[in-house]
């Protein structure tokens, strides 16, 4: 599989990424403005919003797999499966 030069990435997927980096501002815009916000933040889910939002800063070539195992439990050899009803 080929990957897309650069520039044609960057054109086919900036409205893309600029639409979904300002709807993930407004829901963090929601939970800041809303009541408890002191007990929201200290929440593990925001915490990880918050890492993932450091992984996406960084200049890593897998940074959706790094966010991937950020919101991923982690491998439990002991799991049963659920059995069908």
């Known amino acids: 599989m080929t990957?897309?030069?650069?520039?044609?990435?960057?054109?086919?997927?900036?409205?893309?990424?600029?639409c979904q980096l300002l709807t993930l501002a407004a829901i963090l815009d929601r939970i800041d403005r809303g009541s408890g916000a002191d007990k929201a933040n200290s929440d593990q889910r925001i915490q990880r919003i918050h890492a993932a939002?450091?992984?996406l800063s960084?200049?890593?070539?897998?940074?959706?797999?790094?966010?991937?195992?950020?919101?991923?439990?982690?491998?439990?050899?002991?799991?049963?499966?659920?059995?069908?009803?």
Request: no cysteine; hydrophobic share 45%; glycine share 0%.
């Open 53 to 55: 939002i450091t992984l």
């Open 58 to 85: 960084s200049e890593n070539l897998d940074r959706a797999a790094q966010i991937q195992r950020l919101f991923s439990l982690e491998y439990d050899p002991e799991w049963k499966r659920p059995q069908p009803r």
């Open 3 to 18: 990957s897309l030069a650069a520039d044609v990435a960057l054109d086919q997927f900036f409205l893309e990424a600029r």
